[in-house]
């Protein structure tokens, strides 16, 4: 079967109802395009899922601020669906900004607690574009699952507990981060790297797993933990701080943020060190080469 490329909703709406029509369930992953192995990785999760697959393009405005990429973000729908269509995706729906946001639309959706540290201090803007656009595509589709990756972990988590508060009929699957063989997060802003940035870029990902060694080692062996860091707390700024030099000394030029935090509330976590904790931790980072800003994150255990 060959892929469609939905542009209305009215379209999106009659190939939606077709396939349930068919008794078929609906697996679905939004994207902004420009697709790579990451996304193609979601789709590939979302047809072993389910019985279709339905992607959508849109390069949404409502996340980017006026001096961010939104012009430059890069475009090129018809080699996004050739790809979609070789793997078996049988749907694109690739509106235009009129149809997400016809005239007169003046509906936002915060998520407030969770959007608030990280991202949301260096974009204030962005967890609400991505909440507004993600909640109208949930409610257009009404898929039965939505994959989104966990490179974007902060975003994954602002979704998850959006679904919930607003009962939104569609399971929210997390699906893990895709990296390319030196360990670098594939991102479709990764295209804006030179070569030499993208030598340093791919350090990122190894300082990542240097902290969670750490954290790793002062739980396993209390004999290597410093007498002098006996909580979390403490340990934590420690690793962090030596984890943003060393970005620094490799050649990020500025860093955003390199920090440890519990995953439930994405804030910096309390209490004692012990080898549970590990499975509740995640470190996250935000670093900038040049006029591009990478992010990656771990989990410890
Ligand atoms: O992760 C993305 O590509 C975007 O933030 C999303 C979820 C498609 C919303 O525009």
Partial sequence: MTLEILTTVNQLK????????????????????????????????????????????????????PHEDFDRYPRMVEQDAAALNQIGVGAVFAPSVEIMYPPGFQTTVSVSEISKPLEGEFRPHF????????????????????????????????????????????????????????????????????????????????????MALELRNHTASPALANPDLPNLPDLITTIESRAQDQLIKIGFDKIDYCTIRDINNLCPPTGPMTQNRLETLRILAAAWLGKTRLIDNMGVS
């Fill in 127 to 210: 967890f609400t574009g991505v909440a507004t656009v993600v909640a109208r595509l949930l409610l257009l589709v009404m898929a039965d699952r939505a994959y989104f990756g966990e490179k974007d972990f902060q975003q994954l988590q602002v979704i998850r507990h959006m679904v919930n508060d607003l009962a939104i009929p569609t399971e929210i699957c997390g699906v893990g981060i895709v990296r390319n063989a030196d360990g670098l997060a594939l991102s479709s802003r990764n295209a804006y790297l030179s070569a030499q940035e993208k030598q340093i870029a791919i350090q990122l990902n190894k300082i990542l797993a240097n």
């Fill in 14 to 65: 009659t190939y939606t109802k077709t396939m349930r029509a068919r008794g078929k369930t609906i697996g679905f992953v939004p994207t902004m395009g420009a697709l790579h192995e990451g996304h193609f990785t979601l789709a590939r999760t979302a047809l072993k899922e389910n019985d279709a697959c339905i992607t959508s393009i849109f390069v949404n405005p409502k996340q980017f601020a």
